[in-house]
């Protein structure tokens, strides 16, 4: 789910619709990876490659290439059961690099002491991992190489 909100400014000073985009995912039970049934953080990271992929693509019409996570923190445990909503929003613009700042909250809670199905909504969304992703993109070039130098077409 992307949206459009709010102008943003860019780097030339020009006002720009904000990008952002959204995922809801319910953590299954494969993936436990710890002790305690606990989910590693490793699967958020994905989400977030994700949610900084969808923004690229609806900036520059390419996935780019993730280059760095900085910044990351986990703040919660995930488990099993538990529903996760990711969030990423474009920042920061340069010619070849997006920055998007990412957040993931805990808004439904398995409670496996209750039930093996048993679970709950939390009152308030509760941060998982927030982190801040560099992306990559192909530096696009009008084609003045060929208006330059056209290449005579074979008949």
Known sequence: MNTTAPAQQSARGEQTPETTAFLRVRVGQEEAHYGGDLVDGARILRLFGDLVTEITIRTDGDEGLLAQYSDVRFAAPVKPGDYIEARGRLVRRTRLRRVV????????SARPGAGESAA????????????????VVPYRR?????????VAEET
């Open 101 to 108: 700042e990412l957040e993931a909250h805990k808004v439904l």
């Open 142 to 150: 009008t084609d003045t190489a060929t208006a330059l130098n056209p």
């Open 120 to 135: 709950a909504v939390l009152d308030a969304p509760q941060l998982v991992c927030s982190a801040t992703a560099t992306t």
